[in-house]
């Protein structure tokens, strides 16, 4: 079976300071991972993905993640947080017949 | 052009009531799906739809029942609404997960 931990349910940032959400995965397989951008009453939109390939992978809006097999992790990063980048983030890990989804991290950008 | 759409965007309907929401995809998908985020953002599959397979999650009422008329459509059916049913609800579509989904997005259903 398959899990997913965000260790941070928020997270708050300077405009313009580094971010860092934590995710780190549980998977019996080599799992695909992704990172989700929810804005306020919006969507989801997807903003990178972990398909066994490069373990650093770059994303929309200047993100990327860097998977580690060792650690299970998969946290995401953005070297200058914008005002524009507050919204909830969720993590995912799926094989072929499973997806789950993260309990989501809410980042809060102060000017 | 939208990949995934979703109708209503809102919805506003009294207890006891039934609803439907639709659900189209234009990306040629062959897996469809309906989540449902409570207020604390939590998101919970309810179906997944694949070539006329409907796998259903156990927890979810049997109020509640996806049609797909055809490969490119999913509704969502909810029979006697409940205070609880009230949610913001996601149409997805997939080709294979590992690809990840694109989302709909979202039908706020408030139920008073």
């Known amino acids: 079976a398959q899990s997913v931990t965000q260790l941070d349910s928020h997270v708050s940032v300077s405009e313009g300071t580094p971010v860092l959400l934590r995710c780190n995965y549980s998977?019996?397989?080599?799992?695909?991972l992704f990172w989700y951008v929810q804005h306020p009453n919006k969507g989801l939109q997807l903003l990178l993905k972990y398909t066994s390939a490069a373990t650093l992978v770059k994303g929309i809006n200047g993100f990327e993640a860097e998977f580690k097999k060792s650690e299970t992790s998969f946290h995401l990063t953005k070297p200058s947080a914008h005002m524009s980048d507050a919204a909830e983030y969720f993590c995912?890990?799926?094989?072929?017949?499973?997806?789950?989804f993260g309990a989501g991290t809410r980042l809060t950008v102060k000017p | 052009d939208t990949a995934v759409s979703q109708t209503p965007k809102y919805l506003v309907t009294q207890m006891g009531n039934d609803k439907s929401i639709k659900c189209e995809q234009n990306?040629?998908?062959?897996?469809m799906y309906w989540y449902k985020q409570d207020s604390k953002k939590f998101l919970k599959i309810m179906f997944s739809?694949?070539?006329?397979?409907?796998?259903i999650n156990e927890t979810v009422p049997n109020r509640f029942s996806p049609k797909s008329p055809d490969k490119a459509h999913l509704n969502l059916h909810i029979n006697s609404l409940e205070l609880g049913d009230s949610a913001v609800y996601f149409c997805?579509?997939?080709?294979?997960?590992?690809?990840?989904?694109?989302f709909g997005s979202g039908t706020r259903l408030t139920v008073v």
């Open positions: 997805a579509s997939s080709h294979r997960q590992q690809y990840g989904y694109t």
């Open positions: 995912v890990v799926s094989d072929d017949n499973d997806m789950r």
């Open positions: 998977s019996s397989y080599s799992p695909s």
């Open positions: 990306l040629g998908h062959d897996t």
């Open positions: 739809y694949n070539n006329k397979e409907l796998i």
